[in-house]
Each structure stands twice: as C-alpha cells, then as structure tokens.
C-alpha cells in the first residue's frame, strides 16, 4: 500500500489505474481505524479493481466544544491496518491541501432540510462539514464507489441526496453497523468509556430493538420515543433524542406508517457521545 499526501501524487496513480481500465472504490475516514471501518475497505474491495482510504479529521465538522483537538490522530497504525485489508491506497493530506484558502475563506456546502433535524438540530454546521470535505475528497479522487457505514445513519443519507443533487458520478453504497458481541457500534470514540460506562453503553442497540418492537405491536411513535428517552435517562444516559423516522428523507412519520422506518439515538454516557440506529425492514 502507499500512502499519499497531496493531490497531485494522488491523481496521478489513480490516473495510471484508469489507464487499465480498472475501477476505483473510496472509503472516506478521519482515522483511528478499527473493524468497522476495516470492514468498509472490504465491501470496497469486493466491488472494484482498486481501493482508496483516507485519513483526515477535517476541523469543519467539529462543533466550538467539541473533541476536535482531542480526536485520536494514529496514522502509523492506521497504515498497518489499511495494508492488511487490502486499501492500495492511503491518502492523508494535511488542511492545507484540503483548505487551500483557510477555512474561513473555502466554499462551504449546505443540504438543505435533511440537515436540519437530529444530529443537525444538536450539532450546528456539522453536516455542512461533512458535506463540503467529503464533496472535496469525491473530486480528488474521483471514484467509481464510495462506502459508508450506517452507524452514521444521517450523515450517509445527506451525502446520498448530495451526490443526486450535484450529480456527482459515485455510486454511495451503505454498509452494516460494525458492533461488538454486546450489539455496542464500534466507534472510535468507545475508548473514551470508562469500564462501567462501557457495561451500560449496549443498552442504546437494546432500547432500539425495543423501540422497534413496540412500533411493531401498533404503538404510536411519539410515545415510544417518549419511553425510550425515559429508559435511557433512568440507566444514567444524557439522550439528546431518540426517534422514530422515515428512512428515505428523516421526516416524521404519519400515525399509522409501520415500515421504511428507522429508530435513531444520540445519548452521552459521562464525557462521552453514542450514536445508534435500527431500520425495522
């Protein structure tokens, strides 16, 4: 696997690939890899000739008191876990190379309505972040398929109505939530649980197999976000919310809509922030 910093060096092996005739997969990370994302580089793997990863904690997706600074930076070990998965590729630029003109001063994209909900409502600019570096990444390395991981429920569904609208020329495919034997996501930020937090954390899956079930038995959704936050914050969980949405756009579901639905939860568990999802198809 090599490893590359700036733009130039990067379109010029992906370049070479093209000139083969070989197809290119993406996976977009900010680093600190684990399984899940390890298992994104092989649904990558399985659908084209070559694959390419990068690593960069884009600073515009991080709210004013947020862990920007502390985010876990671990490129070297990250290098060695994308060359045993099969990654041909990494690419890891610096802010520079991202941000040319300064943050202050980059073109900055905004997904309308889908943002405004959820982890937009809590997080402020986050998804605008999100949208503009990985719009950026897409135009570098131009590929044929970019996977996600559906732990990120919401950030997958704006960069789907990002790439129609823009009629960018990736195919985005979501992949299954990567979680331990307890049904906890893997995420990067579990390593800042305590051992007694981490024994409460799988009880956010758990509350969303519940909030699947009771919709199931004909529950009205509101009360069964209403439960779930009631559970939630009785186990010692701070939710920011938990609910019932439609899979295709996050809107509020009608009274009697049982199927396209997912449940979602952003709880605190002490100093640290848990996502979760379920789709009940």
């Known amino acids: ?3 590359v910093q700036d733009a130039a060096a990067l379109r010029a092996l992906i370049r070479g690939w093209r000139a083969q005739g070989q197809t290119v997969g993406f996976v977009p990370t900010m680093g600190n890899l684990h399984a ?4 994104l580089i092989k649904v990558a793997r399985a659908r084209a000739d070559r694959v390419v ?4 904690v884009n600073p515009t997706q ?24 099969g ?25 309308p309505g889908i943002t405004d909900t959820l982890e937009g409502a809590h997080r402020p ?11 950026k990444l897409f135009n570098l390395v131009q590929p044929d398929i970019a996977v996600f991981g559906q732990k990120d429920f919401q950030q997958l569904k704006v960069i789907e109505r990002m790439v129609k609208d823009l009629s960018l020329p990736v195919k985005v495919m979501g992949s299954a939530t990567s979680r331990a034997d307890d049904g906890l996501a893997l995420s990067s930020r579990n390593q800042y649980l305590s051992a007694e937090e981490r024994l409460l954390a799988p009880h956010i899956h758990a509350t969303l197999g519940q909030m699947r079930d009771l919709m199931a ?15 939630l914050t009785k186990l010692g969980f701070e939710p920011d919310y938990t609910a019932i949405r439609r899979v295709e756009d996050l809107s509020e579901p009608a009274d009697d809509e049982k199927t396209g639905l ?6 605190r568990l002490g100093k640290t922030r848990l996502i979760d999802n379920l789709s009940f198809d």
């Open 36 to 39: 899940g994302h390890y298992s």
């Open 87 to 111: 990654c041909d590729l990494l690419f890891a630029p610096e802010v520079a190379t991202m941000y040319p003109f300064g943050m202050g001063q980059s073109v900055s994209l905004h997904v």
């Open 217 to 231: 038995k004909g529950h009205a959704w509101r009360v069964v976000e209403q439960a779930a936050t009631a559970k």
């Open 62 to 85: 991080f709210g004013p008191n947020e862990d920007f600074e502390r985010y876990p930076r671990t490129l070297t070990q990250d290098q060695v876990g994308l060359a045993e998965n």
């Open 1 to 3: 696997m090599q490893t």
């Open 125 to 135: 600019g986050h998804f605008d972040g999100v949208a503009t570096v990985v719009c």
């Open 262 to 267: 997912v449940a979602l939860i952003a709880a």
């Open 53 to 56: 990863a990068s690593v960069f």
